[in-house]
C-alpha cells in the first residue's frame, strides 16, 4: 500500500493524559499536513511541513500541541494534558513539492482520539 | 469553513443528476476542489478547477465556476448509490501554496 498510512486509528484517552499519533506520508512526499475534523466540520488546518521543517502552525495548535516531522519523512503529532475538547479525527496528508500546480494532498484514514 | 459555505444536506433519487454548491469569498483564490469523504474512510481528490477555467468535464462530474460571484458547483451524473458520502468544497488561495480552506461539506444521500 503506498497511500498515506496513520497509526492508530483510533484512540481512546482520560483527560489529562498525553497521546501521539504517527503519519507515515507517501515516500515521495516532501510536504506534510496536520489537520483536525469535528463532526460537521470540515477539516482545520494545523500544522504543515516541507521535508523537516515544520513551516505554518495555526493558532488553533495551542502549547499543548506538538509536531515534528525529524528525518523529512514520518511525523508525529503529540498532545499533552488531553482536555474533552481534543475530541476529534486528526488528519494526516502529504503532498509532493511542485513551483505550480493544483498542490493534491493525499489523505490518510485519521486517527479518532476520544477523550473521556 | 467560515470563508466557504456549502448547503449541508442533498438528497436525491438514483439515476438522477446531483448539483452540490459552494460558495467563497477570497477573489485570490488560485485552485479550488472537490473532496469526497465517506464514513470510515480518508478524503478523496475528486476533481479541481484552476481559476482561469469556467467548466471541467471529467466522466459523470461536471465543475462549473463563476469567478465573479464566486461560486463553484459539482454535478454528478447519473448518481448512483455509491456516490452517497459527504462532497467538501476547498480552495487554495495565491501565495499560499500549502493550507486548503475547507468548507463544511454537504451530505449527499442517494435513495434507490
Known amino acids: 500500500d503506498t497511500g498515506v498510512s496513520q497509526d492508530p486509528r483510533h484512540k481512546i484517552t482520560k483527560r489529562g493524559q498525553n497521546v501521539t499519533f504517527r503519519c507515515d506520508p507517501i515516500s515521495e512526499h516532501n510536504r506534510l499536513y496536520w489537520y483536525r475534523q469535528t463532526l460537521g466540520q470540515g477539516p482545520e488546518f494545523l500544522t504543515y511541513f516541507q521535508n523537516e521543517a515544520q513551516l505554518e502552525k495555526s493558532r488553533l495548535l495551542s502549547d499543548r500541541f506538538s509536531a515534528e516531522r525529524p528525518k523529512g519523512s514520518f511525523s508525529t503529532l503529540e498532545i499533552q494534558r488531553t482536555e474533552q475538547g481534543d475530541s476529534a479525527m486528526y488528519l494526516c496528508?502529504?503532498?509532493?513539492?511542485?513551483?505550480?500546480?493544483?498542490?493534491?494532498?493525499?489523505f490518510g484514514p485519521g486517527t479518532r482520539l476520544t477523550v473521556l | 469553513g467560515e470563508d466557504v459555505e456549502q448547503s449541508l444536506f442533498l438528497s436525491v433519487r438514483e439515476g438522477d443528476s446531483s448539483v452540490i454548491n459552494c460558495t467563497y469569498t477570497?477573489?485570490?483564490?488560485?485552485?479550488l476542489y472537490w473532496y469526497k469523504q465517506e464514513p470510515g474512510a480518508g478524503l478523496q481528490l475528486l476533481t479541481y478547477i484552476f481559476s482561469n477555467m469556467d467548466m471541467k468535464q471529467d466522466q459523470r462530474l461536471t465543475v462549473l465556476l463563476n469567478k465573479k460571484d464566486k461560486h463553484l458547483s459539482l454535478r454528478i451524473a447519473d448518481t448512483q448509490t455509491g456516490d452517497s458520502a459527504i462532497y467538501f468544497c476547498a480552495e487554495k488561495r495565491a501565495g499560499n501554496n500549502r493550507k486548503l480552506i475547507w468548507g463544511l461539506g454537504t451530505s449527499l444521500a442517494v435513495n434507490p
Open positions: 496528508a502529504s503532498s509532493p513539492y511542485g513551483l505550480a500546480g493544483y498542490n493534491e494532498q493525499f
Open positions: 477570497d477573489s485570490s483564490s488560485t485552485y
